[in-house]
């Protein structure tokens, strides 16, 4: 992904980013440069997914490897994708708005079948990184056209600026295992905005800011999107709750036969 629109990008991107909690830039990425991370997530998805382990990859119905709806760490797998959270105008956006430097960590599909394709509750990214300062940024590209009918995003605006964490349980919606139980209040609904966009936006948000996306109601449209985690460097991770709140996880959804 070339950096020449690097200014562009970041222009007042901080600012936004604190009062709001998430950015959006429209048409970031050209026309070019969407045939060639589709062309390469295409075949992502025919070399790598067949040698990853069912719990770096979702789908929508198991045993439908047509329905595909979220895949993880795809950095650790593909060269490709490795360079482009780790060398792209992403990384240096996620710097800006840290304000520090930042560590690549995660490179996730995800994708709404159409017809088929849940909602995703709202939730905050943050929770499930065990990071203590949690300052993280989750940037995500639209890969083609998104809408309220094929679940666009929606992000509570200031919803970053409050202490802590809201309080989550155990959803489920596989690939977001827990979503806020007291989702809904008059703030919540007053500071929803939405976000429609083209292929090619790119979208970035706190790791405290609350957002969900609605189910896919097209019976003809996907809805796909790739999304790129950063933690600033002065973030701990506590790998030892992580690594234990996965298997804990993992175990679950095993259990439920639904990996």
């Known amino acids: 992904m070339q950096k020449t629109n690097l200014q562009a990008v970041l222009c007042n991107a901080k600012t ?13 990425i050209g026309p070019s440069e969407m045939v060639e991370i589709n062309t390469q997530l295409d075949q992502f998805i025919l070399n790598c997914v067949p040698q990853m382990s069912n719990t770096e990859v979702y789908y929508e ?34 710097a800006e708005l840290l304000g520090e430097n930042v560590r690549a960590v995660n490179v996730e599909y995800f994708n709404k079948p159409p017809g088929i394709g849940k ?13 203590t300062p949690s300052k993280a940024v989750t940037c995500w590209l639209a890969l083609e056209d998104v809408d309220d009918e094929n679940g666009c995003i929606h992000y509570v605006r200031g919803s970053h600026k409050a202490e802590g ?13 827990q979503g806020m139980t007291d989702f809904g209040t008059a703030l919540d609904k007053d500071n929803t905005v939405s976000f429609p966009c083209g292929a090619g936006t790119l ?43 996965q298997a804990k996880l993992h175990a679950d959804l095993r259990d439920a036969k639904k990996i």
Do not use: C
């Not at 909602?119 to 990071?131: I, K, M, N, V």
């Open 16 to 28: 936004d980013y604190d009062r709001d909690g998430y950015i959006a830039r429209y048409s970031l």
């Open 61 to 94: 119905e198991k045993g439908n490897s047509g329905n595909i709806k979220q895949m993880m760490n795809m950095n650790k797998h593909s060269a490709y994708f490795r360079d482009l959270v780790e060398n792209s105008v992403m990384r240096d956006l996620a």
């Open 119 to 131: 909602p995703t509750p709202a939730h905050q990214d943050g929770y499930f990184f065990h990071l």
């Open 165 to 177: 964490f809201r309080q989550h349980s155990r959803s489920n919606i596989l690939g977001f295992s």
């Open 203 to 245: 979208l970035a948000h706190d790791s405290k800011t609350v957002h969900w996306a609605g189910a896919n109601q097209s019976n003809t449209r996907s809805r796909r999107a790739l999304g790129f985690v950063y933690f600033a460097e002065s973030a701990k991770h506590d790998k030892i709750a992580s690594d234990a709140y």
